[in-house]
């Protein structure tokens, strides 16, 4: 059984920092491209960033380029995100996604998703 755990969200003011983390169990890590998406309030799902196929590749979206980093933890089958310098347009629950497919960027590439976790930057 996939499952995908994320967890770090919170409060955090404008220009903060936070890290988000995505634990992947049922699947092997590097086998599939690994993705987050993000979900403002009253908005559509979005994508934020990838890596693929175990971080061979990384590819993040202009709105948070140089803000966001994407790395891993193989021994522990975890995703991260560290965002630094947050906005309040970064306000929004956070999906982590795994899927196969080369459509990277579209939310109907990945066929497993967690939960979301809330990030709420003030100011």
């Known amino acids: 059984q996939v499952q995908l755990v994320e967890s770090g969200g919170g409060l955090v003011q404008a220009g903060g920092s936070l890290r988000l983390s995505c634990v992947a169990s049922?699947?092997?890590?590097?086998?599939?491209?690994m993705a987050w998406f993000r979900q403002p309030p009253g908005k559509e799902r979005e994508f934020v960033a990838t890596?693929?196929?175990?971080?061979?590749?990384?590819h993040y979206t202009d709105s948070v380029k140089a803000r966001f980093t994407l790395s891993k933890d193989d021994a522990k089958n975890t995703l991260y995100l560290q965002m630094t310098n947050l906005k309040s347009e970064d306000t929004a629950v956070y999906y982590c996604?795994?899927?196969?497919?080369?459509?990277?960027?579209?939310?109907?590439?990945?066929?497993?998703w967690g939960q979301g976790t809330q990030v709420t930057v003030s100011s």
């Open positions: 996604a795994a899927g196969k497919s080369i459509e990277v960027i579209s939310a109907r590439a990945y066929a497993y």
């Open positions: 049922g699947l092997t890590f590097d086998d599939y491209t």
């Open positions: 890596t693929i196929w175990g971080g061979g590749v990384t």
